[in-house]
């Protein structure tokens, strides 16, 4: 099975800076890595799909990079409403199948 | 636009058979996308549970396996849980989700939260 590792598990930031998390996987996932917002009380939100492209309607100041093993999920200026909860997740095509990585929860500093 | 609403019972008795449905509206199920069930214990991470074809096929999380069924109503338009043999360890909110192809998780239901207790 394939392993998810996402860090750091928490993060604080100022309005403006730049944040950064990362997801390793424990093998070769290619570009199989999608990234989510979930904020308190609600579902997750699909922000970025196949390591880097961005979902229709999120804003462009999130972006995501990486192939193979080693993924980056950026947020160029750090606004208010951001602050929430952030995951990677891997998947297989065959047969279907998907991993989380362990959440980076996001707060204002 | 694909819209899930989840409903079922929010209190299962242990050792008990948990059960929910996700009616599906916006799209018909017997037309395609992938259809499944994604779970969050309370202040945890998410957790694949399994996922249905529209075809009927299945695939479901190998540490979930022995106690999972999904399943797809298309007369009604909606597809099913069944978690048998529960445990406390079982307690999360539990989403319906789906997505056109294998990859991404399009979109999601609200969820809704099950207490596993006597």
């Known amino acids: 099975d394939i392993q998810m590792t996402q860090s750091p598990s928490s993060l604080s930031a100022s309005v403006g800076d730049r944040v950064t998390i990362t997801c390793q996987a424990s093998q070769d996932i290619s570009n199989y890595l999608n990234w989510y917002q979930q904020k308190p009380g609600k579902a997750p939100k699909l922000l970025i799909y196949d390591a880097s492209n961005l979902e229709t309607g999120v804003p462009s100041r999130f972006s995501g990079s990486g192939s193979g093993t080693d993924f980056t999920f950026t947020i160029s200026s750090l606004q208010p409403e951001d602050i929430a909860t952030y995951y990677c997740q891997q998947y297989d095509n065959l047969p279907p199948r998907y991993t989380f990585g362990q959440g980076t929860k996001l707060e204002i500093k | 636009q694909v819209q899930l609403q989840e409903s079922g019972p929010g209190l299962v008795k242990p050792s008990e058979t948990l059960s929910l449905t996700c009616a599906v509206s916006g799209y018909s199920i017997s037309s395609g996308y992938y259809w499944g069930w994604i779970r969050q214990p309370p202040g945890k991470g998410l957790e694949w549970i399994g996922s249905?074809?529209?075809?009927?096929?299945?695939y479901y999380n190998p540490s979930l396996k022995s106690r999972v069924t999904i399943s797809v109503d298309t007369s009604k338009n909606q597809f099913s849980l069944k978690l048998s043999s529960v445990t406390a360890a079982d307690t999360a909110v539990y989403y319906c989700?789906?997505?056109?192809?294998?990859?991404?998780?399009?979109?999601w239901g609200q969820g809704t939260l099950v207490t596993v207790s006597s």
């Open positions: 249905i074809y529209h075809s009927g096929s299945t």
């Open positions: 989700a789906s997505s056109p192809i294998v990859g991404a998780v399009d979109y």
